[in-house]
């Protein structure tokens, strides 16, 4: 019977089961450490550190003047008098410096700490989200290896059964019958061990795969215990989604910065005043020098930047837009699963 059950299963399923149980298990590991482990090697971690990086570097570049400009002239002038003409030579030096306003540069200040507050969120919410799946593959690795022993226990009784049978071997039709339905059942538990075997090494696969391990590790977990707690009140929940949920953190910090877009969209109506100390020197006729300072100031007559001030206007009515329709969201999909949650733990204990 044995051998009959052998064939049903696929050649590359079985040879990974026997490569797989052949090889040398590593020490057990908890939860924790497969955590820690998985977070020290995800190179993804990288690319959020980089973000990070990037709006650091958009901080200190915010608060940053403009270079100044210098400029130099030079020409020739003619000089008309009474005994013909006098050539000369013109020379113009001058050095112009653009003075932002402290607000505008307050305001980048703001929008590139927002950056790094958004980038901050991705890397918190990337690292629950590897902690999540190691537990979640965690505990359907233990789930598997749980039922696979007990359809393998049961099996094995089913076939100490049909053992025990097929030796009194009583004549007529009723025992043929008994014994080729506990075959059909063995079968069938046969494959259930086997599929919930599969699940385990998939799982298994996971877990290696998040730890940065090989595929085909043996990787051994700790013992562990799930505890089935009960849940706080809907409103409870609903207070805790307000604060810590990471979409909602990301709405908050997209609508306060878009507020500082909107108030330096404002402040561009005026532009930079510039300030150009200059020194101009003159011959012919006799030398003439010439020191000054100009101060020049656009008026926002023909361009006042309605229309950037507006679109962000538009642009922070949407994100609020946006945060109102996602928090309702998650009040309704926590409300769904915290009552699942109740009704299995209901079906749990009552077990």
């Given at each position: 019977m044995?051998h009959?059950?052998i064939?049903?299963?696929?050649?590359?399923?079985?040879?990974?089961i026997?490569?797989?149980?052949?090889?040398?298990?590593?020490?057990?590991?908890?939860?924790?450490?497969?955590?820690?482990?998985?977070?020290?090697?995800?190179?993804?971690?990288?690319?959020y550190?980089?973000?990070?990086?990037?709006?650091?570097?958009?901080?200190?570049?915010?608060?940053?003047?403009?270079n100044?400009?210098?400029?130099?002239?030079?020409?020739?002038?003619?000089i008309?008098?009474?005994?013909?003409?006098?050539?000369?030579?013109?020379?113009?030096?001058?050095?112009?410096?653009?003075?932002?306003?402290?607000?505008?540069i307050?305001?980048?200040?703001?929008?590139?700490?927002?950056?790094?507050?958004?980038a901050?969120?991705?890397?918190?919410?990337?690292?629950?989200?590897?902690?999540?799946?190691?537990?979640?593959?965690?505990?359907?690795?233990q789930?598997?290896?749980?039922?696979?022993?007990?359809?393998?226990?049961?099996?094995?009784?089913?076939?100490n059964?049909?053992?025990?049978l097929?030796?009194?071997?009583?004549?007529?039709v009723?025992?043929?019958?008994?014994?080729r339905?506990?075959?059909?059942?063995?079968?069938?538990?046969?494959?259930?061990s086997?599929?919930?075997?599969?699940e385990a090494?998939r799982?298994?696969?996971?877990?290696?795969?998040?730890?940065?391990?090989?595929p085909?590790a043996?990787?051994?977990?700790?013992?562990?215990?799930?505890?089935?707690?009960?849940?706080?009140?809907?409103?409870v929940?609903?207070?805790?989604?307000?604060?810590?949920?990471?979409?909602?953190?990301?709405?908050?910090?997209?609508?306060?910065?878009?507020?500082?877009?909107?108030?330096?969209?404002?402040?561009?109506r005026?532009?930079?005043?510039?300030?150009?100390?200059?020194?101009?020197?003159?011959?012919?006729?006799?030398?003439?020098?010439?020191?000054?300072?100009?101060?020049?100031?656009?008026?926002?007559?023909?361009?006042?930047n309605k229309?950037?001030?507006?679109?962000?206007?538009?642009?922070?009515?949407?994100?609020?837009?946006?945060?109102?329709?996602?928090?309702?969201?998650?009040?309704?999909?926590l409300?769904?699963?915290?009552?699942?949650?109740?009704?299995?733990?209901?079906?749990?204990?009552?077990?």
């Open positions: 044995k009959h059950l064939k049903l299963i696929p050649a590359g399923l079985l040879a990974s026997c490569i797989s149980t052949a090889q040398v298990k590593e020490p057990p590991q908890s939860i924790e450490a497969l955590i820690a482990k998985s977070l020290s090697n995800n190179p993804e971690i990288a690319v550190q980089a973000a990070i990086d990037s709006g650091k570097a958009g901080l200190e570049q915010a608060g940053r003047w403009s100044p400009e210098l400029n130099l002239g030079s020409g020739l002038n003619r008309s008098s009474g005994a013909g003409f006098q050539n000369g030579h013109v020379m113009s030096v001058s050095l112009s410096q653009r003075i932002e306003f402290p607000q505008r307050q305001l980048r200040k703001a929008i590139a700490n927002g950056d790094i507050k958004l901050e969120l991705g890397l918190e919410r990337f690292r629950m989200n590897v902690e999540n799946r190691i537990r979640e593959a965690a505990y359907a690795h789930s598997s290896l749980e039922l696979m022993t007990l359809y393998t226990r049961v099996s094995d009784r089913a076939e059964l049909l053992q025990a097929v030796q009194r071997d009583p004549a007529g009723a025992p043929l019958l008994q014994r339905v506990i075959e059909a059942l063995l079968v069938q538990l046969h494959l259930k086997r599929g919930y075997q599969l090494e799982h298994l696969m996971e877990l290696n795969y998040l730890a940065g391990n090989a085909d043996r990787l051994l977990l700790a013992p562990f215990e799930v505890q089935l707690n009960d849940l706080p009140s809907a409103q929940l609903h207070d805790i989604a307000s604060t810590n949920n990471f979409e909602l953190a990301f709405h908050a910090e997209e609508i306060s910065q878009q507020g500082y877009r909107v108030e330096l969209a404002k402040s561009e005026w532009s930079e005043l510039t300030l150009e100390p200059f020194f101009e020197r003159e011959t012919g006729g006799g030398p003439q020098n010439v020191i000054g300072l100009g101060i020049s100031l656009p008026l926002p007559i023909w361009n006042r229309g950037n001030i507006k679109a962000a206007e538009i642009r922070e009515t949407q994100l609020a837009a946006a945060i109102s329709a996602s928090f309702r969201q998650i009040q309704k999909d409300s769904f699963h915290a009552q699942g949650y109740k009704a299995s733990l209901e079906q749990v204990r009552r077990w």
